[in-house]
């Protein structure tokens, strides 16, 4: 008879995590900021709950050379976003010329407005998905911001994070991230919390795609992360493993 009361809170705790739309499809997202880089790595797991359907969770759209759109959740939400943001990009450069909208501020200022629109216009929720915006601005400086659903910005100059994994993937960027990093360390860093992180959420997959900004352009490889990946050039913190 005692267990009964034990049995209904993880029947509730079950069904509150499966009528969240942001965590159906599972995904993860790592934005972090180096000295003259930055790195965006994205979970490319894609599921219906706990089973594995695909490996494209997270997409991405290069908005310029210089600024990439990171989006998870709903995946029909994340590709309707991506298409009307590169429909809105192309419309402005039409009229403004190509260099409209280089800067990822601009962008990120764009695709909040357009989540906040979505439910202003008819009182809907809108798009259920998560934002990542990362870059570099005219001046060579990281630029990262992170948004909710309604268009709700989080900047930051060190990292920010989103997805499934959020907060397994705070306490793993905070023990692995140095400032100024260079753009080869600033990647292991950004693999070894990307590593931890998802070791600790049964919704993430193993293999990952990593952007990164730089002065020279956008550049990506495809990774699948293990133990090895953990601990970035230097080593991770004492007790941290």
Do not use: W
């Amino acid at each position: 008879m005692r267990t009964r009361p034990l049995y209904a809170v993880a029947a509730l705790a079950l069904c509150t995590n499966a009528s969240d739309p942001l965590s159906y499809h599972g995904g993860s997202i790592l934005a972090m900021a180096g000295r003259d880089a930055a790195v965006l790595v994205l979970d490319k797991r894609i599921g219906a709950g706990n089973n594995l359907i695909g490996d494209e969770c997270c997409r991405v759209l290069e908005a310029s050379k210089r600024s990439l759109l990171a989006v998870r959740g709903i995946q029909g939400d994340v590709q309707s976003l991506l298409e009307d943001v590169a429909a809105r990009l192309r419309l402005r450069r039409l009229e403004e010329g190509d260099e409209a909208c280089q800067e990822p501020k601009t962008l990120a200022a764009l695709v909040s407005v357009m989540l906040y629109g979505q439910r202003a216009r008819g009182g809907a929720p809108g798009y259920s998905v998560e934002p990542v915006i990362a870059g570099l601005d005219r001046d060579g400086m990281p630029y990262l911001c992170a948004q909710d659903g309604l268009g709700a910005k989080m900047t930051s100059r060190t990292f920010v994070v989103a997805g499934t994994a959020a907060q397994s993937l705070y306490g793993s960027c905070e023990a692995l991230y140095k400032p100024d990093l260079g753009e080869e360390d600033l990647v292991e860093a950004a693999c070894g919390a990307m590593a931890a992180g998802l070791d600790r959420d049964c919704l993430a997959g193993r293999d990952v795609a990593v952007h990164v900004v730089s002065s020279t352009g956008v550049r990506r490889e495809d990774r699948r992360l293990g133990r090895e990946a953990v601990a970035p050039a230097g080593g991770a913190p004492a007790g941290f493993r």
